[in-house]
């Protein structure tokens, strides 16, 4: 029997328009837009379905249109009797993978992560860092370029995309620090990202610390698949651990390349990325080239999945 998981994306998949042919197609996403605008005090359907985009990709704006969406594609899934037998997200997306588990309901997740998108955007706003993507150089001599690195500044891994793939975050010194040396080891490539702030670095501690405060106030659920985090690559079968690991994620590494690996260890043999765009179905295509994977967040992909 094939074991199907939902990998679920992160910040940088967002586009204007997305939702909108599954608000005009099915009136159980109108209303999650609706539930979610009144939620937040503002219009997210217009937001995701006009922009503009400048707007869309503020982090306080992304993070809850992302998430929204991704829970509606999700529950069309079920409505299809297409159903997970475990979860992953990237980033914010681990917020919704925790969601479809159980550990919250939609609301809940919502408020979870408007809190987290403001909290991310004051910490980026207050404390002025930077990401880069580094193409073609493997995570071990990453590692030691940002340990080298850090006597001009902070900088560390920040997403363990794929093999070739990393992307690196920290104070600008330390980051750009960590380019050059990247640049004369061998990397192809390595580009600053317009990102508002440097996520996954201990810029981000202060917002972890207020992010504790709000997920300290939730009783989290019995989860009913397993959720296999950011931080430790490894699988949750309870939601005893959810709070700790959605705070320690906002100053540690995405650890994809290992998420993806261990869920092929353990038997997935199905991807189904649930949500916004393709780049998480790219990275596990990069990962393995023979996994089977589709990326699923219109109307029409919704209809020709099976």
């Keep these: 029997m094939t074991k199907t998981a939902f990998i679920f994306p992160g910040q940088g998949s967002q586009a204007v328009g997305m939702g909108k042919d599954l608000a005009e197609a099915f009136p159980f996403a109108r209303d999650l837009f609706t539930k979610a605008s009144e939620t937040l005090t503002y219009d997210l359907a217009s937001i995701c379905f006009k922009g503009p985009e400048d707007k869309l990709k503020q982090t306080q704006y992304t993070q809850p249109a992302l998430y929204t969406h991704s829970v509606i594609v999700s529950e069309l899934l079920t409505r299809k009797e297409i159903h997970a037998q475990a979860v992953a997200g990237h980033s914010l997306g681990e917020c919704t993978a925790w969601k479809y588990a159980g550990a919250y309901d939609f609301i809940t997740g919502l408020k979870l992560v408007q809190k987290r998108g403001e909290l991310m955007q004051n910490a980026g706003d207050s404390h002025q860092g930077a990401m880069a993507a580094i193409i073609g150089m493997n995570t071990d001599v990453i590692d030691q370029i940002c340990e080298e690195a850090r006597s001009e500044g902070i900088v560390q891994p920040a997403n363990y995309n794929s093999p070739g793939q990393i992307v690196i975050t920290g104070s600008r010194e330390g980051v750009e620090k960590a380019m050059v040396l990247a640049k004369a080891a061998g990397a192809k490539r390595a580009v600053i990202l317009p990102v508002s702030g440097a996520f996954h670095s201990p810029l981000m501690a202060p917002a972890a610390r207020l992010f504790r405060n709000v997920v ?14 950011n931080v430790t690559a490894q699988a949750y079968t309870s939601s005893k651990e959810t709070g700790r690991l959605l705070c320690d994620q906002l100053t540690h590494p995405v ?52």
């Design 216 to 229: 300290n106030g939730i009783r989290f659920q019995p989860v009913s698949v397993p959720v296999y985090a």
């Design 255 to 306: 650890r994809w390349i290992e998420i993806i690996e261990n869920m092929l260890r353990d038997g997935i043999s199905r991807f189904i990325e649930v949500g916004a765009g393709k780049v998480l179905t790219g990275l596990v295509k990069q990962i393995n080239r023979e996994v089977d994977v589709v990326s699923i967040s219109s109307v029409d992909d919704i209809e020709s999945i099976h």
